[in-house]
């Protein structure tokens, strides 16, 4: 009987060898009101377009911080440019001439994002423009050129829109959200219109 206890306590002390030492101590788990940088979202936000005898071009970086799996709030810094060519006949030698109309745009928004079911996106952004407004036009009479009469102005908006979503990994995704401006104001970009918009935001870390 003693043979038998002394060889069962060898086996255990092995075993016990073998699975590392004993800790009594609790494993710290990382707390979650901690700043997590896996958790960031950056998004590119390039586009352009053209037309006839106009183009124009937009860059909108985003970055956002994902509270959960669903719902994250972010930030955008958007400049946008259009320009348009038109004729006119000058009024002091009759020559036909051309005048390019040049809107450069500044925009800041903050945005919140909620994902449903991994499918579907709904979108909150306040968003503030600073644009270039036309007064109106008129000719240089030492010229005979076309003149604007221009000035800058501040234009809010608050976008509010849904669209669809694709999972890219565990937070970040593509989306394309159609969304409408609220406060309708007749200079802003999204006046009398319903904005489309295609988002990719990707993980920055891993």
């Keep these: 009987m003693r043979t038998f206890l002394f060889i069962l306590t060898i086996g255990l002390l092995s075993l016990n060898g073998l699975a590392g030492p004993l800790s009594l101590a609790t494993p710290q788990r990382k707390k979650s009101g ?42 955008t810094l958007g400049f946008s440019y259009f320009q348009a060519a038109d004729d006119y006949t000058n009024i002091l030698n009759g020559q036909r001439e051309t005048y390019k109309f040049r809107i450069p745009s500044y925009s800041w928004s903050v945005f919140g994002r909620y994902i449903i079911a991994n499918s579907f996106v709904i979108n909150v952004e306040p968003e503030l423009n600073n644009t270039k407004f036309i007064k109106d036009y008129e000719y240089d009479l030492n010229t005979g050129k076309i003149v604007e009469n221009s000035t800058r102005i501040f234009v809010p908006s608050l976008l509010l829109g849904a669209g669809y979503a694709q999972r890219l990994g565990q937070y970040g995704y593509t989306a394309i959200i159609a969304g409408y401006d609220v ?21 920055l870390f891993r």
């Design 183 to 203: 406060i309708q104001n007749p200079n802003a970009r999204y006046y009398q219109t319903i904005d489309i918009r295609f988002a990719i935001m990707l993980e």
């Design 34 to 75: 901690n700043f997590d940088k896996t958790r960031l979202l950056i998004g590119p936000g390039i586009g352009f377009g053209a037309g006839n005898r106009s183009f124009s071009l937009n860059l909108s970086p985003s970055v956002a911080y994902c509270f959960s799996e669903q719902f994250h709030l972010g930030t």
